[in-house]
Every structure is written in C-alpha cells, then in structure tokens.
C-alpha cells in the first residue's frame, strides 16, 4: 500500500523536477553614460511601487539583489528593507522620487546625503513591472469517493513578466541607463489521477535576465 | 495481528479521503478569519520640533478592531490598535523634542506642553483580489487629526489619508498578504504626519508665531 502511493507521488515529484514550462527571455538595454563602480562602492536595488493597479514585487528585488551578490563580477548591494527603512518616509510608494531631480531635491536635506554616504552608494537601480497571467484554459475536475480521491483533466496558463530598471547614479545625479527585461512562459497541469504541475518560472527568468544584464552593464565601462 | 496489519493498510487511504475532503469543505464554509496587526516600524528621518507634545489616544483609538458585517464578504476581525500605537510612539517621538502621553486636553495638573495631538481612527476599508480584477490587497486608512494650543483651544482639525497594497502571491496566506497591506498603509500614515504636519496652514502659521 505504501508503495502503491510512494511511487507516483516521487515521479512526480521528478517529473515536476525534471520537465518545467517553457519560458522566453528578452533583456535588452540602453546606456548614456558610462559606469565605475570602484572597490567599496555599493549599489541599491529598489523596486517602484507607485503603479495604481500593480506592484513590483518585493521578491523580484530581492531575488535580482541577490544574483548581483553572486558570481566573479559581484556588487555591494544594499538590501531594499534596509535602506527603505534608513531613509523613512522619503522612500515610501507615495514619497520615493520618481525623477532624478526629485533625489536632487531630497539631498538639500542634510541627514538623507548622511545615509547615502554611510551605505557607499554610487548607484540607484529602480525596477518597475510585474509579472501576470495573460491567458488560461482547461479544467481540471477531482472527485471523492470511499476508494479515495482523484482528479482527471488539463490545464494551462500563459504569464508574462515585463521589468524595466533605471539606472541613476547618486554621485553624478544622472540617469546613466535602462535594462528591460521580459519574460514570456506557459505552464501545464496535466491530472491523472494526481496533478502534476509543469510550472514555468517565468519572473526567476525575468530575475536572473535582469540581473545579467546588469552585471555586464557596470562591467562594461561603456 | 492481522487484523491490525490490515487497519494500518486502511489508514493512509482514509486520511487522504478525509484531506480532500477538508480542502473542499474549507473555501465553502463561511469561517472566521481573524488577524492582530504586527510590524516594525523605522523612527522618521525629520527635523524635530522644538515643542513638548502631549498626545492622548483615545481607548478605541488604542484598541482599534475592526470587524466586518457586510454580509455578502468573508468575516474578518482585524485588530489595528496595538500596530497603529506602535507606529505612532516612533514617530511622534522623531517629529518633537518631547513627548507626553495624557488622558485629557488639557490635562488637570500643569505641565509644560505646547501643544495637544488627538489621533482619530474615522475609517478603515480593505480590498480582497477576488473582489477586484487586480492581484492585490489594498487597504485604506482615514484619520482625523486634531491639534490644540496649551489652554486647549483647537488650532487645526485635517483629514491623514493613507494607503497600502500587496501583491497576492503564491503560498502566501490571507492574513500575511493583509497584514502586509496595512504595515504598508500604517507606514503612509506616518510619513504623511511626519512629513505634512508643519505644513498644515494653521500649524504653519502657529509655529511662525511661536517662533
């Protein structure tokens, strides 16, 4: 009996694994101005959330900061929460300058520069967008009975993640450039008797095309 | 033995049915979802005010607890109270020199306040996903302030609006999404008292006299 249920719970399990929808990546970018980072300097990473009707989510930034930590060409990337919280309430969705002239503005007061210069930064990476389902079909219908539960049908969805970062730098109060990253993907959930889901990863893809295209934006001086 | 080999055998197949039974019976009862507000919340970066405040929150001020009773939504109890307290005694305490928490305006013995806050909850609204075409929690908080001179004489009376959303996510539960909708409400609130609150016309020209 265990058997019985231990063996198609694990092919699943890998099968999950193994097979996950498919996803399509576009990263693209535009620079103005070349970039330095020099040895201590860090970066901020932080997402906009003024849109009425969406918001970039909090593990998109997270999940980008944590990729530009990583790798041979790694940056010193202050965590979103912190440096939020340092600077409140002048980085709140409401309060956060949307132009650069507004962080110009901002710095006309003495303690918000003080902060910046404790954290070393040199560059404000904004990240704008979300990812959302743009299209579903199937269904997929389960049952009980005494013999116990099962569901039998098909079920797909389509998600689009689209992020665009602007790339200011603190130090020159410039918009240096913009990275886009677009990620397109479609997942299945094929149930016989149990339900597998074939999910497609679509704004881990966005993240990590994203956070690419940044490493090779500040490792190219231009 | 045997029979008791053939009951264990059973046993896997009953909790299954009685899973799925549960996971369908679950969204179709109307249960009570109840949530108590947590969150951190930073001291404001402003300059402070030379004055002695003394601020008295009212009881349902201090113990806000919202309860829904609109029939055709799910029932929630969200106790607002203790967050919104928290959120109040960092940030008052950043915007003036000192601050003197009083029971009433002006308070029985003499003191050497300036100036008198009375926060008001007036009301308080919250958005589900599946009620709106958007995958967010959205919240709306509408306060009414009061500040009044050291005889206790009313100098300005303004409406603090403040508001948070969330994205749903996947795995993430009702109560967290919401909770997180209201720190984020709760923190709007507190920049826009931190950051409004000499810029209010009556303040303003109070603080010029004062000066």
């Known amino acids: 009996m265990k058997t019985q249920i231990l063996v198609p719970l694990v092919l699943c399990g890998l099968l999950t694994l193994v097979v996950g929808g498919c996803t399509t990546v576009t990263v693209d970018h535009v620079k103005h101005l070349p970039t330095e980072l020099k040895e201590g300097e860090s970066v901020v990473v932080i997402g906009r959330r003024s849109g009425s009707n969406y918001e970039t989510e909090p593990e998109l930034v997270s999940c980008i900061g944590s990729v530009l930590t990583q790798g041979e060409n790694a940056l010193n990337v202050i965590p979103e929460q912190t440096f939020v919280d340092s600077l409140y309430p002048w980085f709140e969705a409401r309060t956060a300058p949307t132009q650069i002239q507004g962080l110009q503005h901002l710095l006309s007061y003495n303690q918000i520069g003080k902060v910046f210069d404790e954290y070393n930064v040199h560059y404000i990476i904004w990240v704008d967008g979300n990812t959302e389902k743009t299209r579903s079909s199937g269904s997929i219908s389960c049952g009980i009975s005494g013999a116990g539960a099962a569901c039998f049908g098909f079920g797909t969805w389509d998600k689009t993640a689209e992020y665009e970062a602007s790339i200011w730098d603190y130090q020159n109060k410039k918009l240096i450039g913009k990275v886009s990253s677009v990620a397109d993907g479609t997942s299945y959930m094929p149930a016989i008797v149990v339900p597998i889901p074939l999910i497609a990863s679509v704004q881990k893809d966005a993240c990590k095309g994203m956070a690419q295209q940044l490493i090779h934006f500040f490792k190219t001086s231009k | ?211």
């Open chain 2, 1 to 211: 033995m045997k029979r008791v080999n053939r009951n264990l055998g059973r046993l896997p197949k009953t909790l299954l049915s009685i899973f799925f039974a549960g996971c369908i019976t679950l969204p179709m009862t109307g249960c009570k979802s109840t949530l108590q507000v947590q969150g951190n919340f930073p001291s404001p970066l402003v300059n402070q005010l030379p004055l002695t405040m003394g601020v008295k929150y009212n009881p349902q001020f201090r113990e806000f607890n919202y309860v829904e009773k609109n029939e055709k939504r799910d029932d929630w109890e969200i106790g607002i109270g203790s967050a919104q307290m928290a959120l109040f005694d960092t940030v008052l305490p950043a915007m003036f020199k000192q601050v003197i928490a009083i029971n009433e305006i002006p308070p029985s013995e003499g003191d050497n306040i300036d100036l008198y806050f009375e926060p008001t909850l007036e009301e308080f609204q919250y958005n589900m996903p599946r009620e709106t075409k958007i995958n967010m929690y959205e919240v709306w908080i509408k306060y009414n302030m009061k500040v009044y001179d050291k005889h206790g004489q009313l100098i300005a009376d303004w409406i603090l609006t403040a508001y948070g959303k969330t994205p749903s996510a996947f795995m993430k539960s009702e109560e967290s999404a919401l909770n997180e909708a209201l720190v984020v409400a709760l923190r709007d609130a507190g920049a826009g008292l931190a950051l409004r609150f000499a810029h209010v016309p009556e303040i303003n020209s109070w603080l010029e006299q004062y000066k």
